[in-house]
């Protein structure tokens, strides 16, 4: 086509993904067995009725108000601005969310959703254990029965999260499967959802797996970005010049940008996690350093060998240490729409301690990537400029693992 | 005709159900994985459906995701698994054989090279339990050039209109999940099977082979006397790894599945032609 490329045509482009099979340029789509097909069309038709559906949009909005604490503040962090130097710094407060992080936006859509199913029963994979507390914590709400899978080697990682699950009144079953981290527990999450089809929902935390989770997950995070495009205009009177978010599957991350992706001058920054380097094989960062490939229902990029089997990941933060990312993304990268960079786990670690003494607000270690980076782009930035950064989540869950680094036992 | 066709219209003939047993490619070991292929094809296979090891075996229950995890551990790849194939074939060019696995390490080697070294190796047809017909297109004429079947699983969730479209990409036969649930579960309900067996029957002229479930003489002939074909997976491959956990070595780990495909033969057979 001739035609100049018009803001209109170009929010068109980001408005038309996914295309009618899932597809995000060649990634997404649906990769499962066929016991599953049936499940996925039908979750797809009852979600895009609802989404149309004014009575269930006040109801999540109800909800996001008055059980999350919405909208989340637009804070400006002027004396770690002051430290870093060079552009403005403004943090989105998903940490203030009830349950700490912005994973419960999602729980709250797809909960109210299979409540609208009449399905009894949810099930939710967790790797840090915050998308498992955030669905937990919905399904005391609701009154639905709740199960957890969450791999071993996250259980031992995560106690303070597996008792808060328990103590909302939901099941965590430990999986001692393959490499037993986030990768695990969602293949085991698939295998009860094939089994209990019929009356289970399964809550996917994060925009990956087959469609229509990618779409339906970004839609309940783009609270995010919808308040902060609102919140900047209203108290900076503009639009950021970046945003910065950190990418594991890459819900928050979505959730800040999709709003955005139309503002063709707002710069985005999705940071992976670095581990010990994306030189050496211990990190998480397909996006930087992997190859497209078919994991967990989705074209995607995936950390993958020559064989193309899934490589074992490492990120300090449990919730990055995922070998995949959601297929928005991948097709986000290969456009060239957000530069996807990575921050390893010193990097990260520094500014958890930097924001913590500066600010006096305690990140989650996932978030620490995003905040590494955003801190060497403000540096290179001016003072005229400024960026949001998604403070996606809070910290307390992490202090045990930092305390651990810094050599201090309790 | 394909060699899984003809080996299907042979067996209509004289009246017999296909039995179809799985194993890993490499459980236990690389070199135990072709003297059990030929041992299951002397105790009554009519044809060998092999499995690909993969990382993340979504569809499988525990007892095939550790035959994936023994592979595994020792490297065994898809290009491994192909080898085997073609050693498979020197002793045996007419038992059709099914590769299993998912779709990640065939578009990692890529399609075309896949077909190419599949079927130079002696691959008769694949199956990719993660590749509905809705994502098979490449794949499929990939497979069609090269001559090879492509099988389609069909699930008890599968609507009536979905399994025309499902049968309309599908060659050689139909592979029919007998529960949900993953490979291994024993929730075998055989009035299920009868009406999902029968479903299929009316949008193709296709074989059908029930899998899942099955693991014993048993459970094999009810389902025998349904369907065209029976497969038998976790059964053999827990037999192996009990034979093994219990000392026994290689050689006599393979004799037990043997003497267990032996059974399920004889109870397959004994249903009236």
């Known amino acids: ?410 | 005709m394909s060699k899984i066709a003809g080996r299907f219209r042979q067996l209509a003939e004289q009246g017999r159900k296909a039995l179809i047993p799985y194993v890993v490619a490499g459980d236990p070991t690389l070199d135990a994985t072709v003297p059990l292929m030929h041992r299951l094809v002397a105790a009554g296979a009519d044809i060998i459906e092999l499995g690909v090891p993969f990382s993340d075996p979504m569809a499988e229950g525990p007892v095939i995701q550790v035959a994936h995890e023994r592979a595994l551990a020792h490297g065994t790849s898809l290009r491994d698994a192909l080898a085997l194939v073609t050693e498979f074939r020197r002793d045996d060019s007419t038992t059709p054989l099914l590769l299993m696995g998912y779709t990640n390490p065939v578009e990692r080697m890529g399609f075309a090279a896949f077909a190419d070294a599949a079927a130079e190796a002696g691959v008769d047809a694949l199956l990719t339990v993660d590749l509905p017909p809705e994502e098979v297109g490449l794949v499929n004429l990939e497979l069609q050039r090269v001559g090879m079947d492509n099988i389609f699983l069909v699930a008890p969730t599968t609507p009536q209109q979905r399994i025309g479209r499902i049968t309309g990409e599908a060659s050689g036969f139909v592979y029919y999940v007998s529960l949900k649930g993953v490979t291994g579960a024993g929730n075998l309900d055989l009035d299920a099977v009868s009406a999902g067996v029968a479903a299929i029957r009316e949008s193709t002229e296709l074989p059908v082979a029930v899998g899942f479930g099955i693991k014993d003489a048993a459970s094999a002939r009810a389902v025998a006397a349904i369907a065209d074909g029976v497969v038998v997976g976790s059964a053999l491959v827990d037999c192996v790894a009990q034979a093994i956990a219990c000392g026994g070595d290689q050689g006599s780990a393979i004799d037990a599945a043997g003497d267990l495909l032996q059974e399920i033969r004889q109870g397959i057979d004994s249903i009236a032609s």
């Not at chain 1, 649906?30 to 895009?48: C, G, I, N």
């Open chain 1, 1 to 410: 086509m001739d035609e100049e490329m018009t803001s209109d045509t170009k929010d068109g482009v980001f408005a038309a993904v996914p295309d009618e099979n899932g597809r995000f340029g060649e990634y997404g789509g649906k990769f499962v067995s066929e016991t599953l097909m049936s499940a996925l069309a039908e979750l797809e038709t009852v979600y895009r009725e609802l989404a149309e559906d004014p009575a269930f949009q006040h109801e999540i909005d109800q909800d996001l108000a008055h059980y999350v604490g919405r909208p989340s503040p637009l804070y400006e962090a002027s004396r770690w601005s002051d430290e870093v130097g060079g552009a403005r710094i403004f943090l989105k407060r998903e940490d203030l969310n009830h349950t700490g992080a912005h994973k419960i936006n999602n729980c709250i859509g797809q909960a109210l959703l299979a409540r609208h199913m009449g399905k009894k029963r949810i099930i939710a994979e967790t790797g840090a254990g915050q998308h498992g507390v955030a669905t937990a914590t919905i399904a005391a709400r609701l009154g639905l029965e709740c199960q957890v899978f969450m791999g071993e080697e996250d259980v031992r990682r995560q106690a303070l999260n597996v008792y808060r699950m328990k103590l909302l009144g939901a099941q965590v079953i430990p999986v001692t499967s393959g490499s037993r981290t986030l990768k695990d527990a969602m293949n085991e999450a698939m295998r009860d959802w094939v089994t209990n089809v019929d009356d289970t929902f399964y809550i996917i935390g994060t925009v990956a797996g087959p469609h229509p989770y990618p779409m339906l997950v970004r839609d309940f995070q783009c609270v995010i970005g919808r308040e902060a495009r609102a919140q900047s205009l209203a108290q900076a009177g503009r639009l950021p010049d970046a945003l910065v978010a950190c990418v594991g599957g890459g819900s928050n991350a979505i959730g800040l940008f999709h709003p955005f992706l139309k503002d063709s001058d707002v710069a985005m920054y999705g940071v992976e996690a670095g581990g010990h380097g994306v030189a050496t094989s211990q990190h998480a960062a397909p996006l930087t350093a992997g190859t497209p490939g078919v994991l967990h229902g989705n074209r995607t990029y995936l950390m993958q060998d020559d064989d193309g089997q899934i490589m074992h990941t490492h990120s300090v933060s449990a919730g990055l240490d995922y070998p995949g990312v959601g297929p928005e993304h991948s097709w986000l990268k290969d456009i060239g729409r957000v530069e996807y960079v990575v921050a390893d786990d010193d990097e990260a670690l520094r500014a958890f301690h930097t924001l913590t003494r500066v600010e006096g607000i305690m990140p989650a270690l996932e978030t620490s990537h995003a905040l590494a980076y955003a801190e060497k782009l403000a540096a290179s930035m001016s003072s005229e400029q400024m960026i949001i950064v998604n403070l996606s989540g809070r910290g307390d869950k992490d202090i045990h693992t930092v305390a651990q680094i810094d050599g201090i036992e309790f």
